[in-house]
């Protein structure tokens, strides 16, 4: 049950949200108006083929079904927006309407961190960590202001991970199936699902015995689960499947031409690689024989220049999808180890998912910087009974990661939004989060501290500083805020590696 | 902070089992900060109420201002940005006289020397901004971001610090929540928020100096004090509305035995030395001088101009006085009225503060304080409600000492505040304000729990159902005025009901507010203190 203080609290965080609506919308705006009206106007088979705008339809079927069940209000509510070829079409109406409708779609993450919050018994800290969660900059800035339906999407993540909480494995399962169909960005979590439904669901032992492998009982809840997910995608996928247009979907939904990083660098590994590469052609240039010669190519005016393209390198090797696969799938190993060799509780789900969010944000190939919200979304599910290197990490991790977000709100028009929320949320945090009833600033140690004050160093330097200071340099502030915040990101995972698995093996 | 929290962890749990016991604590806002206080952070809860403040603001600033794309003459917004243009580029002997027809300088000099360092910096960054005549009606989005930031930086260098010290100052909360209560009430009330981040103005600069004005009142520093006031003055001539209250306050000051005479000498000094500051680049020109006084107080006009909530404008639905007198004469009846209405409060005010002499104990200097609070408030709701050329966004004056005062005055404040609020929504509609209005009265309403939850047992029950009627008269009227269209024959109905009702409201709160100055010594929790000054230790 809802206390009054909560749905006050969700009524400031809506009325906030309200007030955001003449903020500056990105492109993601269009693309979705755009989606809203290929929906209403074609059958279902020009979907995936309609190309009148460039922003083509490419997430997964669920989510074009979202869009096809919104388009009937947007109709009722202005028929100009659902018109296909009336592109570009932004008057207050159709703003009003698309910002309305990520408002109400949030709902969902809302009504499930509540969930979570009576799961995990109702304390105070499970209800500040939903809240937390539910009004964090990562929801506000990328949904709120740069318009995306991500609170809506991870709100049936947290749906699926509140089931496995409350011991519905196979519920949980076809969530995230679900969830799969809607945005095919959460396959990057998919092992950790894999393994904790394979090894906590359909491996059963026997109660009485030797408590060996009960074979035909496994087998039975391998086809229970098999035959749900198969369902799930079938009703997704199945109509395309019969239509013939699976190599069209595959080819919108993963369009592979694109560079190792996004036009601004994700921080994540790679954007370190990227700036070492940077650092010595400079050092090269400037002292020819302490360095490795630079190889003939493009990489001289490449990624810093903010193309998406394919970005090469000058002194270290080169980066292909392969090794970023390969690295990745290395990466995630510690997540799977956990839920292979140790015990199997719901809680570890979480801990895996997280594991394999930073493993692919980290190592994935043109990692979109708005996906730290797949390591945070998760993470602070478990702040809810953190410990005190848990809550260290998650507050490093979650202000560099939503500090990351920043470059996105480019506008000046939106910089006070952008300081007052990031400070709000992180004084929030660090004050009301805690580990034995110590608040977090007080964990944190000295050099944590100093990073995360840095923030606000980075912010008078990248953000109010007039830009002659950057001189001819403009994607030198961008390069600092990516570099900078990738450290506290590269830190945190460590710190969680060594949090979650050192503690268990040692 | 420091001592609440302090005194807080002594008490331990116990007083917060006490303090649990009030009545305010169904109230939302008072149960945010009663968390804080739980969770013992009580260190984040103001910089938390401050920053969201600004975000507030900002997000109101995003939305439309007064006269947005209207050409040629635009509205409030351009005439503070003309302002900019005419001190950054003409000596100040042209300041009060340039192009009149063109929204002519008609403040005083402080805001003019306000718009001349805008203007200065405005001209830095881009002097298109505010380029001589070729500027007028610029809407580039830049300009206006520029226009915004500047109410913002004010607002934060004056009237938050003002609202901050007062309330940290101020005595007798009893706890640390509703000390915070009281600041975060006062720097979110919807009504200045949406005069100055959305239509535009600088009301806050004013409204600012008159809380440092009665910040210095409660720290005994009256010089201070009329300095302050003073700078209200000279930014907007508006701050007249309280002089009547500031007079007697300080005047009955001067009467003290021993210092009284010494500090009359002091204060008439600050005040000619601020005044003479202020006017030093017209001083030695009589022709200057009246020019800014024709300016600034324009009685030409009328009786009122737009249609706005006080008694004028609403008798003029029955009786219409404009075609039955001269402006003269109407002049000198809204005069007349005005002082009648104001007097009681001021000679009350006056009498009161005379009556303590010598060195004032922190209680009774409370009162004062309290007392100086509600005659500011019933002063200027008496010029709203009877004097001449009555703007809509006037009713910020008595706003601002009822918020001072809303620990005090619970349901009073809440209820008055939305009426104001209610009272400028014709303003707000013309500027496109519709949105914020909507979330910031509804946010308003809930967080103070306006009107009264049924479990505040505390309220009287006549208060309950007044406050009711109230708000369903408020919301019945904002209905109709969305779906049903005004008869032909009646154009202006929606304005006029809404005039019509919110001066009946404002008259019942002047009434009610009056009575409550003059019962203030008389209450139970006041008559102890300030009867019995000596029993009381001084903490």
Sequence with gaps: MLSVNDLVLLGVGIGVKLLLWPAYHSTDFEVHRNWLALTHSLPVDKWYFENRSEWTLDYPPFFAWFEWALSHLAYMWDPRIVDIDNLEYSALTCVMFQRLSVVVSELVLFAALMRFAKVSGGSVQARVAAFLGFLSPGFLFVDHVHFQYNGFLFGILVYSLVFALEGHDLLAGVTFAALLCFKHIFMYIAPAYFFYLLLHYCVVYRQRGAGGLDLGASVLRLLKLGSCVMLVSGIAFGPFVAMGQIPQLVSRLFPFKRGLCHAYWAPNFWALYSFADRALIIGSRLAPNLFPALRPNAALESSTRGLVGDSSFAVLPDVTPAATFIATLVAQIPACALLVFRQRTPTRLIQAVVLCAFASFLFGWHVHEKAVILILAPLGLLVATPTKRMLRMFAVLSISGYYSLLPLLFGAQELPIKAAIMLIWSLSALGLLKSSSVPAWRCLTALEKTYISGHGVLFLLTEISPSCLFGQMQFLPLVLVSVYTALGILYSWLGMIYELLAAEWA | ?539
């Design chain 2, 1 to 539: 902070m420091a001592p609440t929290t302090r005194s807080k962890e002594a008490s331990g749990l116990k007083s917060s089992k006490k303090a649990a016991a009030r009545p305010s604590d169904i109230v939302p806002i008072n149960s945010w900060f009663r968390f804080l206080e739980t969770q013992n952070s009580q260190a984040i809860a103001l910089p938390l109420t401050l920053l969201f403040a600004v975000l507030v603001r900002w997000c109101v600033a995003l939305y439309g201002y007064s006269g947005q794309g209207s050409s040629p003459m635009f509205g409030d917004y351009e005439a503070q940005r003309h302002w900019m243009e005419i001190t950054t580029h003409l000596p100040p002997s042209k300041w009060y006289f340039y192009d009149l027809q063109y929204w002519g300088l008609d403040y005083p000099p402080l805001t003019a020397f306000q718009s001349w360092a805008c203007g200065f910096v405005a001209n830095l960054v881009n002097p298109a901004w505010v380029a001589l005549d070729s500027s007028r009606g610029i809407e580039t989005h830049e300009s206006k971001l520029f226009m915004r930031g500047t109410v913002l930086v004010l607002d934060l260098a004056i009237f938050f610090p003002a609202i901050v010290l007062f309330f940290r100052s101020k005595r007798g909360f009893g706890s640390w929540v509703p000390q915070q209560v009281s600041i975060f009430t006062a720097l979110l009330h919807p009504c200045l928020l949406l005069i100055d981040h959305g239509h535009f103005q600088y009301n806050s600069v004013m409204l600012g100096f008159l809380v440092w004005a009665v910040y210095f009142a409660a720290q005994e520093h009256y010089v201070y004090m009329a300095v302050a006031f003073c700078c209200a003055l000279m930014f907007k001539q508006m701050a007249l509305y309280y002089a009547p209250a500031v007079f007697f306050f300080l005047l009955a000051k001067c009467f003290q035995p021993n210092h009284g005479f010494a500090l009359f000498i002091k204060l008439g000094f600050a005040v000619v030395a601020t005044f003479g500051l202020m006017l030093l680049p017209w001083i030695q020109s009589p022709e200057q001088l009246t020019q800014i006084l024709i300016r600034v107080f324009p009685v030409a006009r009328g009786l009122y101009e737009d249609k706005v909530a006080n008694v004028w404008c609403a008798l003029n639905v029955v009786v219409k006085l404009r075609n039955m007198f001269e402006t003269a004469d109407l002049l000198r009846l809204a005069t007349a009225a005005t002082s009648l209405a104001f007097l009681p409060a001021c000679i009350h005010l006056f009498v009161m503060i005379r009556r303590h002499k010598g060195k004032l104990l922190p209680a009774v200097r409370d009162n004062m304080v309290k007392l100086l609070n509600y005659s500011l408030l019933n002063t200027s709701l008496a010029f709203f409600l009877f004097s001449f050329q009555v703007h809509e966004k006037s009713i910020l004056l008595p706003v601002i000492p009822a918020l001072l005062l809303v620990d005090d005055e619970h349901w009073a404040v809440n209820w008055f505040v939305q009426v104001a609020l209610f009272s400028m929504y014709p303003l707000l509609f013309k500027d496109g304000l519709q949105i914020p209005y909507a979330v910031l009265a509804i946010g308003w309403s809930v967080l103070r729990s306006c009107p009264v939850c049924p479990a505040d047992k505390k309220t009287p029950r006549m208060v309950f159902l007044l406050q009711w009627l109230s708000t369903l008269v408020m919301v019945a009227l904002h209905l109709a005025h969305m779906f049903i269209s005004p008869p032909a024959s009646l154009p202006d109905i929606y304005v006029v009901l809404n005039v019509v009702f919110s001066c009946a409201m404002f008259l019942f709160f002047f009434v009610y507010f009056n009575y409550r100055q003059f019962s203030l010594l008389s209450r139970p929790s006041s008559s102890r203190d300030m009867s019995t000054p000596n029993k009381r230790k001084t903490e």
